[in-house]
């Protein structure tokens, strides 16, 4: 399994976290300046000090994003979101609920986020733990001034939120896995919708016993999506991916490569393009490219890792993807990037603003052997 596999099955968030309790209304800024030199390769634009992580980042413009994770209280025990914003110049971590006190658990944390504008943006993730497990799922607003928790569909045997894409404001989905309480697995898939008003529930395929929906994308000039995940047909039976689309009126599944293994990240170009990446059950990374009529399997450049978590897309012929190192796709085939990479650094997500003046990509994880939130940028 990869890293975003290992938080859905079994995180539990049981890193060594260090942070501000549930109930701090004003938890400690992690400002770090902006690196410069950014349009000469990657940089980091964040090292934080304080164990925590980050899972996933929406990208408005070069000066406002946000990226979002966990960190943990050690004084309480309590697990906490974490929500942190660039301005183009810092990143700051901004106060983020925590609704963990009426599942009567403990931990929250956030996995995904999606933006429509600068104050409209969705985070969401999992609330509270049981065996090993998140309870639940969350979702959360930012309004321009602060964020708020959205009530949510409930998880009927746990669950979480592991990914959000955004079309308009009254049209975000947000997917994730549910029915954990045994610990043996995802036996549910979720897919929620957000109609301007409210989060309802949506009925997407779950082939197999087992399976899970780790990440969605939007369908650029289409009110269409991606979703992507795992499904295995039974216990101790390998994984396949999942691959469905939302088509307007209902989620399909459409057929994927014969290859094992699973998928946690996809970006798409529009109808005719598509990217996703995960991790095969050999543990090599995984990554699949959509033609605009079947997906099929691509070569990966060999010491790439053991899986890749996130993607993302300028072009047809710019794209990124990032595990334990980050790949660059030129049009004709993937090459590792050269990059600052700390000790132990793993990235988890990858988001591009785009506009007539430049690009700026930020790409979010963790590193150190105790885990501490990572920040890296490039742009041109």
């Known amino acids: 399994m990869g890293d975003r596999m290992v938080h859905a099955f079994a995180l539990g968030l049981t890193l060594a976290l260090v942070g501000v309790s549930a109930g701090s209304s004003a938890p400690q800024a992690v400002a770090v300046a902006a690196s410069s030199g950014c349009r000469g390769g990657w940089v980091v634009q964040q090292r934080a000090t304080f164990d925590g992580f980050l899972s996933g980042v929406a990208a408005i413009s070069g000066a ?3 990226a979002v994770g966990g960190r943990f209280d050690p004084q309480t025990g309590l697990e906490t979101t974490l929500a942190e914003h660039w301005d183009g110049r810092a990143w700051v971590a901004v106060s983020s609920p925590n609704p963990t006190p009426p599942y009567g658990l403990t931990g929250d944390a956030l996995f995904g986020a999606a933006a429509v504008s600068a104050t409209d943006v969705w985070a969401v993730g999992g609330a509270g733990q049981m065996s090993g497990q998140m309870a639940g799922g969350i979702a959360e607003h930012w309004d321009g001034t602060g964020w708020t928790v959205v009530p949510t569909p409930t998880f009927s045997g746990g669950g979480e939120l592991e990914g959000a894409a955004a079309v308009s404001g009254r049209d975000v989905w947000a997917v994730g896995l549910g029915d954990v309480a045994s610990a043996n697995g995802s036996q549910a898939v979720h897919a929620l919708h957000w109609n301007g008003t409210v989060w309802t529930s949506v009925s997407a395929p779950a082939p197999g016993s087992f399976h899970a929906l780790m990440a969605v994308a939007r369908i650029p000039r289409t009110g269409d999506l991606w979703a992507v995940g795992s499904q295995s047909p039974g216990r101790g039976v390998p994984d396949r991916p999942l691959i469905e689309r ?6 399909i599944v459409l ?6 293994g699973y998928l946690t990240g996809v970006t798409a170009l529009g109808p005719k393009g598509a990217w996703a990446v995960g991790g095969t059950n050999a543990g090599a990374p995984l990554i699949l490219h959509w033609n605009g009529m079947r997906w099929s399997s691509v070569r990966v450049p060999a010491g790439s890792g053991r899986s890749l978590s996130g993607v993302a897309a ?6 990124w993807a990032v595990g334990s ?6 049009g004709t085939r993937w090459t590792a990037a050269r990059w600052p990479k700390p000790v132990h650094a793993s990235l988890d997500a990858i988001a591009v603003s785009a506009s007539r003046s430049g690009w700026t990509a930020w790409a979010v994880g963790s590193w150190g052997s105790s885990a501490s939130p990572l920040v890296v940028s490039r742009c041109g």
């Not at 300028?314 to 794209?319: D, E, I």
Request: charged share 15%; aromatic share 18%; glycine share 8%.
């Open 64 to 66: 406002d994003a946000w």
């Open 246 to 251: 939302w088509n307007g009126v209902r989620w």
């Open 314 to 319: 300028l072009s047809a012929r710019s794209a």
């Open 325 to 330: 190192t980050i790949l660059y796709w030129n």
């Open 255 to 260: 057929k994927s490569p014969p290859v094992g």
